[in-house]
Each structure stands twice: as C-alpha cells, then as structure tokens.
DNA sequence: AATATTTACGCAATCCATTGCGTAGAAGTC
DNA sequence: GACTTCTACGCAATGGATTGCGTAAATATT
C-alpha cells in the first residue's frame, strides 16, 4: 500500500517532455531554457520532489552513511560516543546504521558482513572482546573503504584510530593515590583481549615505577567484564595476606560492582581501600562515596571518529595512511579516593 | 579507491552466458539445466558474490531498514529501548538507522524527512518534547509507511504505540508513599506536552483520590527536563510553608538533580521527605541513599516496537487499525522512600 | 547564400538484479 | 510429415537518476 515515490518520469510526462531535460533543468544546466527550468522547478517544488536516494546510491555507489558497531550501550560510555557520532554525521549530512556486538564474535563478523555489503560509506567499530581473528575487518580495508577504530582496535588491522588517553589516564589515577599516601595499589584490569586493558595497566605500571613502588603480581587481577568475574577479582584482592588499600578499576561498572563487596567485608572507603575507575556516568557523582574516575573524552571520540571518516572520504590515498588521534581523560577526584573532609580543605592536587 | 562489487555480470562474462541465466541458475528456477547451476553456484561461492542490496532495494522498494527517531540516549532508558531495538532488527534480518532529536523539533522534523526519502520501512520514534505539530509524521502514515511510537505519543497521528504503564507505575508509587505514612506528596511532573507526563500525573492524582488525600495545586509543578528547571521546581516545593513530605519525579535525571538540593537544606531523605523517581539505571543501587523507583521495561518496549513494525509490514491492512501495547512497569522500593532499617525488617508490602 | 556556432532538447547507456516474454532446438505425438 | 510440447537459454524492460552523445532548429559569421 505504499504510495510509489514521486518521480522524474512524472514531472517529464506532466510537462510533456523528457527524463533528462527534467534532471538537467533541476540541476540549473546550461543546455536548458530558462522557461523549462522555471516550469519544471515550479512542478518539482509544488510536488515537493525529491530525488530517490536509493537509485543515487546504485548510480554513485555513495550512501551517506556510516556504519557503526559497538559491543553495547546499556553503560554511559558507549552511549555518549553515539551521541558524538550521531551529532557530527548528522551535522556533514550523514545516516547512522547503528549495530551491537554484545561482544560477541560470531556476532560482530555477522553484522559487519552484513553491512559491509554496499549498504555503507564506511564503518566505524568499537571491537568486541572476543575478537581476536579479524579477517571481516581485512576485509574492509582491503576494499578501501573507510574503517575507524573507537576505544578499541586490533593491532594488525590497518586502519584509523581514535582513543581515549588510556595510559595518562591510569598513570594520574594511580599517582593521585600513591600521592595521597597509598603504599599497596591494585589493579582490576581488563581482559587482556582488549586493546585499551594494556596502556592501563603500563600507566599504573609505570606510575608505581616512577614512584618506586614495587609491582605485585598478586595486585593485577583480570577481569572479563561478567559481574561474576568482578566479584572474583575483588574477593581476591580482598583476601589477600597483606591488603591493598587502593584499588584502580578498569570501568565504572566493575567499580560500582565490587564496591559494596569491599563495604559488607566491613572495610572503609576511601580510609582503608580508595578507589578510581576509568567511568562517565554523571550519575557518579551521586553514588555514596562518590567515585573518583578517569573520565573519557567520550562525545569527542564519537565526534572524532566522524571526521577521521569524512576525511578519509575526501582523500582518495588517505587509506594508505592510517592515523590514531589520541584523545586526553580527565582526573576527576571524588570521595572515594580522598576524604571528603581533606577534599573540602582542598587536597586537590596538580 | 573503492573495488567495484562483485555483479551477475562478471560471473556471466566468465562463464560466457547471459545475465539472466545466472540470475536464474542462482534462483534455482526450473528453466536451467543441472550443469549450468552448478557452474554457476560454484563460481558464485568461489568468489563469493551477495547481490547488490542496493539494486534490490530500488527494484523491490524494500530496504530491510527500520529508522529510529530518539531525543537521547546519554540517559539510561533510550539506551536500553535502542538495545532492544537492535536485537529484535537484528533477529529479523532489519538494520537500524539511529538519529537523535535531541528534543528539538526542528532536528526531528530534518532526520525524519531524510530518512523518509526512501532508505527505510518504517520507523520507531519517540517524539520530542517540542513536538506539537506533526506533518512530518502524518506524511509517514499517508505513505502507508508503518509508523510506531515509543513510550511518548502524538495523540492526533493515528499509528501504533508501544508504551510503559506509566499510570499505573505513578500510582503504585504515590500508594506506596501513602501507605508508608505521607500526607503531603509533591509531583515534579514531565513537560505538559509530552504524551506520557499526563497519566504519570493522573496516577498521582488517582492514588490520592482512593486514599482520600486533596490535591494541593501547590505541590504539582511541572520541569521542562533541564537541569535549570528541576532546581526550580524543588526550590518551589522545598520554599512552601507546609513542606512536602514525599516527591514522585517525572525521571530519574530529575531526582538525581533535586536530592542534592534536598540534602543542601538540611532536610532528611527519606525520614523528612520521601523520593520515588521513575528510572532504570543499574546505578541507582549505589546512590545514597538508593532511589526508589519504578522502573519502565525499556528494553521490551524497543523489542515490541520492532514486533509491531513487522506485523505491520506483513500485513497490507494493518496501518488501517493501530495498535497499543502498553507493557507493565515495576515499583522497586529503595531507600529513599523507607528506611533501610525498616526495608530490612521486610516492610515491604504488596 | 553558405557555413559555423550556439541553443535546447532527446536517446540510450550506466549502475545491478529480477522477470515476462520470445525463441531456438530437441523430443514426443498423431 | 506436420503438429505440439518441453528444455534451456537470451533479450529487453523494470526501478530512478545521471550523463555522453547525437540532432534538430535558430542564430551568427564571412
């Protein structure tokens, strides 16, 4: 029952004339008379025409849009990089086709094939943790179609990256706490999968050296992002002989998991264990203690990653050099790492 | 630098038959002989060819793309309403283009005619509070495109909707407040134009009404859902002679914003002055003291969504009789609302 | 007056897959 | 031998917009 769309063919019957001379009064061509330009714009713009995009994409291979998959958006992170990537394509004129992975392997290969084929200008991708193999991603490049990393990428995959700054993030995080006087730092890394896990755990690593802490394997725990592995992680930590009395986590969602563990076990925070966690939520700053986090340049991730795209269209050679931008974090000091006492007196250090 | 995609016309040049052969050979269609199909299909699965989805869409007038219209989805229930959009499109073979309209009615009306123009089937969307005209939706439903509302409505458009039961979610609450010992609950209501901030208020007024409470004018002020306006709102409520003493907010993003406010005066949640908020953030569990809420299922209203679009698709006179499902919502009683002493004692009642 | 140039338009191919129709040759029927 | 039927394929149109090329007619040039 759907109305058939409006098109040349009906303007060129109405006015008795042909397909082409419509398309060529409508794009102001020199070859047309000024008197058939004017009757065939007056008809178009009294018939509201609009060329079907459907038949330019077939005729240009262009779709003006972009591809986007990432693992889930329940959480704010990846929520508030939609929100930058659909301002900025929807800004150059640009749809988004947006696409979960669920981290899931079989998942994301499944949904990037699908877009892959010729519905899209390019893709932007946050990989899932299970993607290790990467041959649905080869596979873009290799036809020379725009990819963007997000958050994540894969090491071989030649392709543009756009980052937060993982690894200043955790080293301000974990020297903010040896700063505030923690001697036992701890890190619920992510899984080792996922290629923002590591610069987190080399900026703690690094933070600790510079600061002559000696590293403790025992303090690194990994965590797979499953709620059940975030409560292993942390009744490990809290079981130990000797207790760490900080704790860096690699999300919010794993902080805001095992925080209540470290409550019920009786232990204080931010007095006997301080917390950060890379997180965004604003809603952070109404959990009891608030949380001190490393907060991700999220919407410009998003926003960024657009741009990458849109220049790599524009440039017919770009592919051939793929660029990383690395966005900065910011520390934010909350409660749960510092007293608020000693925060209102102004604790706040560089 | 794009490879050109892989046609019939390639594989019918190799072979050195025609176009339609291989078209047909690849259909199975009875017309061609057991040699050439299995020519065919063996070169098509060695070079591995998919039609053109793009000449398919404009030959079928069928793009296997659902559009989806949001004001956000920084805040927790879009994002989850998108997640159960995605898995019901995704189950179904559809995609999904995602737009935002950040409550503007301007931007609305732009991605809503975008993607009108022929890229899609139909489209989910959940209005703006700005939206009080609606061409641009009518002309979705003249076109006989399905068309589904999602948890917000325009009363005037006659197409499907899928809603939480926000009356009976609002009345569950203020009950609950009632039976907990309040006698003055305050309303921060949503802004008048959106569809679902009158039963959430109706709700409010009816829970009273049963337990033969008198509406207070005075204790019913309406937000415009900026941060600006939820202070006002509260300043009103918390500047009365008679204070309140319990508040159901129109969203979480209002509570969040208020009970600061609250705590600021020196007035105490909840044994001065009660919350309930509607919201679903996991998070909530972690904010002191925890909100009580009632929670929207957002998730299956993304997925319904999708299911109504399908039947609608299926079924050439649906758009003729909308549908309205309006899916239950559930009271989670938290701290906010009864103190934690009192929650633990199992006051909790039906 | 004869040729060159400009004006103003239409034809047909292009992008790609699908499908109604036509047609060749082979096989079968009376 | 003349007819129908079946097999196996190709042609061309379809969907919609664009564009190179061709071609009338109307001016301009010499």
Same mark, same amino acid.
């Given at each position: ?9 009906? /303007? ?16 102001? !061509? =020199?070859? &047309? ?12 713009? $009294? ?15 262009? =779709?003006?849009?972009i591809g986007v998959v990432v693992p889930e958006i329940a959480q704010n992170y990846f929520s508030i990089v939609m929100e930058?990537i659909e ?7 640009? !749809?988004v086709m947006f696409c979960l992975s669920k981290e899931i392997l079989q998942r994301e290969i499944n949904v990037v094939n699908t877009l892959l084929?010729?519905r899209i200008?390019?893709l932007i991708i946050a990989p899932s943790k299970e993607t290790v193999s990467h041959e649905h991603l080869?596979?873009i490049?290799? $036809?020379?179609?725009?990819l963007i990393f997000i958050d994540r990428y894969c090491?071989?995959v ?19 706490? #040896?700063?505030?006087? $923690?001697?036992? /730092?701890? !890190?619920?890394?992510g899984p080792e999968t996922l290629s923002n896990s ?12 510079? !600061? ?10 990994h965590c797979d992002l499953t709620q059940a592995s975030a #409560? ?14 900080? &704790?860096?986590?690699y999300n919010s969602s794993i902080?805001f998991q ?10 204080? #925070? ?8 890379f997180a965004n939520e604003? &809603? /952070?700053?109404? &959990? ?6 490393? #907060?991700q340049?999220a919407?410009?991730i998003g926003?960024?990653a ?12 770009? @592919? ?24 209102? @007196?102004?604790? $706040?250090?560089?």
């Amino acid at each position: 029952m759907l109305y058939r769309q409006l098109t040349l063919k009906d /303007i060129a019957k109405e006015l008795n004339t042909s397909v082409s001379t419509v398309s060529r009064a409508l794009k102001d !061509h =020199h070859s &047309i008379s000024p008197e058939m330009k004017k009757k065939v714009n007056d008809l178009a713009s $009294r018939w509201d025409y609009h060329p079907n995009p459907t038949a330019l994409s077939l005729l240009k291979n262009k =779709h003006y849009t972009i591809g986007v998959v990432v693992p889930e958006i329940a959480q704010n992170y990846f929520s508030i990089v939609m929100e930058g990537i659909e301002d900025a394509a929807n800004q150059a004129g640009y !749809h988004v086709m947006f696409c979960l992975s669920k981290e899931i392997l079989q998942r994301e290969i499944n949904v990037v094939n699908t877009l892959l084929n010729n519905r899209i200008d390019g893709l932007i991708i946050a990989p899932s943790k299970e993607t290790v193999s990467h041959e649905h991603l080869d596979c873009i490049v290799n $036809r020379g179609m725009p990819l963007i990393f997000i958050d994540r990428y894969c090491e071989a995959v030649p392709a543009s990256r756009v980052l937060g700054d993982d690894y200043n993030g955790s080293f301000s995080a974990v020297e903010h706490l #040896i700063l505030t006087g $923690r001697k036992r /730092i701890a !890190h619920i890394a992510g899984p080792e999968t996922l290629s923002n896990s590591n610069p987190r755990l080399s900026g703690y690593l690094d933070a600790l050296k510079k !600061h002559r802490i000696p590293a403790d394997k025992e303090l690194i725990v990994h965590c797979d992002l499953t709620q059940a592995s975030a #409560i292993d992680c942390i009744n490990r930590l809290i079981g130990l002989k000797k207790l760490p009395d900080g &704790i860096l986590t690699y999300n919010s969602s794993i902080a805001f998991q095992v925080m209540p563990v470290v409550k019920e076990k009786g232990l204080k #925070i931010p007095e006997q264990i301080a917390f950060v966690g890379f997180a965004n939520e604003p &809603i /952070i700053s109404y &959990i009891e203690p608030q949380l001190t986090t490393v #907060i991700q340049p999220a919407y410009d991730i998003g926003w960024e990653a657009v741009n990458l795209f849109l220049d790599q269209q524009a440039d017919e050679d770009y @592919a051939a050099t793929p660029k990383t931008k690395i966005l900065p974090t910011q520390l934010v000091i909350r409660g749960s790492s510092v007293k608020s006492s000693a925060l209102h @007196a102004g604790l $706040r250090h560089a």
